[in-house]
């Protein structure tokens, strides 16, 4: 029996937990997939889905996400942004610290779900973040899905770029840690050896290489001391890469942007300050350092960093422009866009933006399509091009730094818990989203 919630996908090119690809019908009722076959017959449900010709992957989770909410929603709160995931095939999502005030407290991480549940059509956990005297509330604060630490680019309470205190902080507890590797002594140098250049490409050169590399280095070594789970955040450069590839331990991961795979340097001159964000954007040898390291297993994931900003703010003459860019509606059609292209398969994009995910921050149910996990799910059209169009995007920022750029692997209906949460174009705002759980990270043995 099923209920009046039931949903039956049927002739739908399932990417399976296995990666493989077979053509079929996935049952789903109470908000779990219930069956998967190459034919479910037998069965009626509320509502059926003619899938055919359509590719169906787990709902994308996005770990790294900076929704503004609460404190500045004049550039995105959590309805706008989750609007924006379902669109873009994101069903959940890990979001940052660096609200106001900032997530640091059982008090704010309480407010935030207490918003989320209210607002939120998809799925959503939050990070802790670190600040020089908060190690106890680290390891206290539930749910937290990570520990933040922004080792540089931050200004305030979450910047934490002293080595005592970051020794502290891995020193103690197990919970995930996630470094923002950016090396604010030498950003500060060069901020003052490159003043008064207003051209916003200098970004790339005052935040480095070398900027991001000190910081993974202190990280990692902290990390190998305590056998402390880390995680690197938005991996910029081919000598991050390169570094990981000669010794990453088993229970360090990283992630990387689909803008640090697909654009570089020479976006400012297109788009100038939208293309201004940090980590910065780099070269093109970076660009294919990092996709290689993608595909042979180095970096670990895909985030998009989403980090809204009104256009009105990016107006600015640099550096008084905000760093960060919008990404959740664009992530998955960009990547499947490069899988058709030849760079990677679909059931590669579907382990970095779901699986991967699921599995590095211990969230239960999450990531595949198999009986018993969560019902989580996008339907794409791997066949039909559409360009970004900024009158189109649901981001309260209203701007995209991929717009023009003609891309397939659009999401055509997006489940969230067995729930449709969008499908002809639009979000359906009735959906809410759940808090995730995570349980302690199993370290890969
Ligand atoms: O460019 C960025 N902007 N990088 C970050 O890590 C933070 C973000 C923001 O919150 O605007």
Not at 90 to 117: G, H, Y
Not at 401 to 409: D, Q, R, Y
């Amino acid at each position: 029996m099923t209920s009046s919630h039931s949903l039956l996908i049927r002739r739908a090119n399932i990417i399976l937990a296995n990666g493989e690809l077979s053509i079929g019908d996935v049952l789903i009722d109470e908000g779990q997939i219930l069956d998967v076959a190459s034919s479910i017959d037998n069965v009626t449900a509320a509502r059926e889905i003619d899938a055919q010709g359509l590719n169906l992957l787990p709902g994308v989770i996005d770990p790294q996400v900076h929704f503004r909410e609460p404190g500045l929603e004049h550039k995105e709160d959590l309805f706008t942004a989750s609007c924006a995931c379902v669109k873009g095939g994101v069903t959940s999502f890990l979001e940052m610290p660096n609200t106001r005030p900032p997530t640091i407290s059982q008090v704010e991480m309480d407010d935030k779900l207490e918003r989320a549940a209210q607002k939120c059509l998809v799925n959503y956990g939050f990070f802790i973040g670190a600040t020089l005297d908060n190690v106890a509330d680290l390891l206290a604060v539930e749910p937290a899905c990570g520990i933040k630490i922004f080792m540089g680019s931050m200004g305030g309470k979450l910047l934490v770029d002293e080595e005592a205190v970051l020794d502290g902080i891995f020193a103690r507890g197990k919970r995930l840690i996630a470094v923002h590797a950016e090396d604010q002594m030498r950003i500060k140098q060069r901020r003052e050896q490159f003043a008064g250049i207003h051209d916003p490409a200098i970004h790339s050169q005052i935040q480095d290489n070398q900027t991001a590399l000190l910081a993974t280095k202190l990280a990692l070594k902290l990390s190998k001391k305590y056998q402390r789970r880390l995680h690197i955040l938005h991996m910029s450069t081919a000598d991050e890469a390169d570094l990981l590839r000669e010794s990453k331990p088993d229970w360090v991961t990283a992630e990387v942007t689909p803008q640090h795979l697909l654009l570089n340097v020479s976006a400012y001159e297109k788009i100038g300050t939208l293309a201004q964000m940090n980590p910065p954007l780099r070269t093109t040898h970076d660009n294919e350092v990092l996709w290689q390291a993608l595909r042979d297993g180095v970096i670990d994931f895909i985030a998009t960093d989403h980090a809204p900003h009104l256009l009105e703010e990016k107006a600015k003459e640099y550096p008084n422009t905000p760093s960060g860019m919008p990404g959740v509606e664009t992530s998955l059609p960009l990547m499947l866009t490069a899988a058709v292209e030849g760079k990677c398969t679909v059931s590669q994009v579907a382990n970095w933006m779901s699986t991967a995910v699921a599995k590095a921050y211990g969230i239960p149910n999450k990531g595949a399509i198999a009986p018993g996990y969560d019902a989580d799910l996008v339907l794409v059209d791997l066949k039909k091009y559409r360009p970004v169009l900024r009158e189109e995007l649901l981001s309260k920022s209203g701007w995209s730094p991929f717009e023009g750029w003609n891309l397939t692997g659009w999401p055509v209906v997006t489940i969230v818990g067995g729930q449709i949460a969008y499908e002809k174009g639009r979000p359906n705002t009735e959906v809410r989203g759940q808090a995730l759980r995570f349980v302690d990270t199993p370290l890969p043995s």
